[in-house]
């Protein structure tokens, strides 16, 4: 039995009868339970993934029709709602919270025989660049356990990384998808805002969320993203915009025009092998016959924070629902309605969440509010028009995913200000709601893997899985 990096392979060896599901999930199971140190898991559903295998191989048994998705074994992070479930955010004050449904992407993945093995670590609430600011413990990066995997959906990343499944879904808010994806060497999507309906995901920033889909290889994330994506009644933002047929369509078949942004290769956080594998891959584009030209970005300073303005600012409002009256952890120190508020909020949020409401509740004050929200509003929508404008000559953006490879456990976690520039590369996607991909780009000299991110224009995620694979193969 071997861990399986492709769903199509998979799919063919089943039908020939070379295993049977119950086979390939016990292998994974197995998988989970012998690399339980790196904290990967919250929850391990493994009574149910062993009958939905048992179910699915009787329907392939008497040769029902399949569904696209037939056989993946997959997780999903811990933001992700999913009925009759724990569901947690990674944080003490939903612990032993049920969820009373499922939501839109989880349920698609199930509609389409994909096997959810578990629930997967993450950030409190989505928060954080390396999976430490979880209330059950750090996640490990499967290639250095010393180090982090990024974050806030690491752990999703670790278990396509570390062969405990061949798929998971991340959350991307400023990177979250792509930052661990980089870090541990595989593929991360985050798709243009409002392709995947966000019914069933825990909020953080609503106007940023995107749920992601990380996988081994570049056919399995398209099929994924296919399955999941698309209008949703449940969900007034999601778009009707049409859903290709992704992973029928990944040949490239002609000669780009590719822009680099020019500040993010003079970037001085930028580590020196990084910087050296994304120029080495431009310069196989250029050898390719594309046209590769450096551009300048000059709001490159100002991404990082109109993106923690106005991200804190949803996340205040959001997170105010937490409150230790309708569910989730109350103080048993409460001893009247205004306490219950305060101790259940104090004792139930990390540090890292407090931190990021009482910003929010900041810039929201009557007193601030124009200064610094209302403005942050303004200088999106500047980043957003001129990063589109980008691709009225251009076909992508390529950049690198992250400044650094994956840091040492505890590097960060003093300096919030450190641990945020993290995203110094990614924001931008968010900011504008467009595409982005990360793909693994090499190592560096420590054995740590290295990301390259490809943006694209809105909804143009067919064209960039046909490039990403491209690059791919190269």
């Given at each position: 039995m071997e861990t399986y990096h492709s769903l199509f392979q998979l799919q063919q060896e089943l039908k020939q009868e070379k295993y049977f599901l119950k086979s390939v999930v016990e292998h994974y199971l197995k998988q989970v339970e012998q690399q339980k140190d790196l904290n990967v898991f919250l929850d391990v559903y493994e009574t149910e993934a062993l009958a939905k295998a048992d179910e699915l191989q009787k329907k392939l048994d008497e040769g029902k029709p399949l569904g696209k998705l037939f056989g993946l074994v997959v997780g999903i992070k811990d933001v992700?709602?999913?009925?009759?479930?724990?569901?947690?955010?990674?944080?003490?004050?939903?612990?032993?919270?049920?969820?009373?449904?499922?939501?839109?992407?989880?349920?698609r993945l199930i509609e389409e025989d994909a096997i959810i093995i578990g629930a997967q670590n993450c950030d409190e609430f989505a928060m954080g660049s390396s999976t430490e600011n979880s209330a059950y413990g750090p996640t490990l990066n499967a290639a250095d356990n010393s180090r982090v995997p990024g974050g806030s959906s690491g752990a999703s990343a670790v278990a396509v990384q570390a062969g405990l499944c061949m798929a998971s879904l991340g959350t991307d808010t400023g990177g979250s998808v792509r930052q661990p994806a980089a870090f541990c060497g595989v593929v991360g999507i985050k798709p243009t805002y409002s392709r995947v309906s966000r019914y069933g995901l825990i909020a953080f920033a609503s106007s940023f969320d995107c749920i992601g889909?990380?996988?081994?290889?570049?056919?399995?994330?398209?099929?994924?993203?296919?399955?999941?994506?698309?209008?949703?009644?449940?969900?007034?933002?999601?778009?009707?915009?049409?859903?290709?047929?992704y992973a029928d369509n990944l040949q490239l078949n002609k000669k780009l025009k590719i822009a680099y942004v020019k500040e993010t290769l003079e970037?001085?956080?930028?580590?020196?092998?990084?910087?050296?594998?994304?120029?080495?891959?431009?310069?196989?584009?250029?050898?390719?016959?594309?046209?590769?030209?450096?551009?300048?970005?000059?709001?490159?300073?100002?991404?990082?924070p109109t993106y923690y303005i106005l991200t804190t600012a949803e996340a205040s409002s959001n997170l105010s629902r937490f409150d230790g009256v309708r569910y989730g952890y109350r103080s048993p120190e409460a001893h009247n309605m205004e306490s219950m508020y305060k101790l259940s909020r104090t004792q139930g949020f990390g540090e890292e969440v407090k931190r990021r409401i009482m910003l929010g509740t900041f810039v929201l004050s009557a007193s601030y509010f124009d200064a610094y929200y209302t403005k942050a509003q303004k200088v999106r929508r500047i980043i957003r028009d001129e990063t589109r404008a980008i691709f009225e000559h251009y076909d992508f953006i390529i950049m690198p995913t992250t400044p650094t490879t994956a840091f040492p456990l505890g590097a960060n976690r003093d300096n919030p200000a450190e641990m945020y520039l993290e995203d110094i590369f990614t924001v931008q996607a968010n900011v504008s709601g467009i595409p982005a991909i990360s793909i693994p780009n090499g190592v560096d000299t420590q054995n740590m893997p290295i990301g390259l991110q490809v943006m694209a224009d809105i909804f143009k995620e067919s064209e960039l899985y046909a490039f990403a694979d491209y690059l791919m193969q190269s």
């Open positions: 992700l709602v999913h009925k009759n479930h724990e569901v947690r955010s990674a944080s003490k004050i939903l612990e032993g919270f049920e969820s009373q449904f499922t939501g839109t992407a989880v349920q889909v990380f996988s081994n290889n570049i056919e399995d994330n398209a099929r994924i993203l296919e399955v999941i994506a698309g209008h949703d009644e449940f969900d007034s933002t999601v778009s009707r915009e049409k859903v290709p047929a970037n001085e956080a930028l580590q020196a092998e990084i910087k050296e594998a994304t120029l080495s891959k431009l310069e196989w584009l250029k050898s390719e016959g594309h046209q590769v030209e450096e551009i300048t970005f000059p709001h490159l300073d100002y991404l990082l």
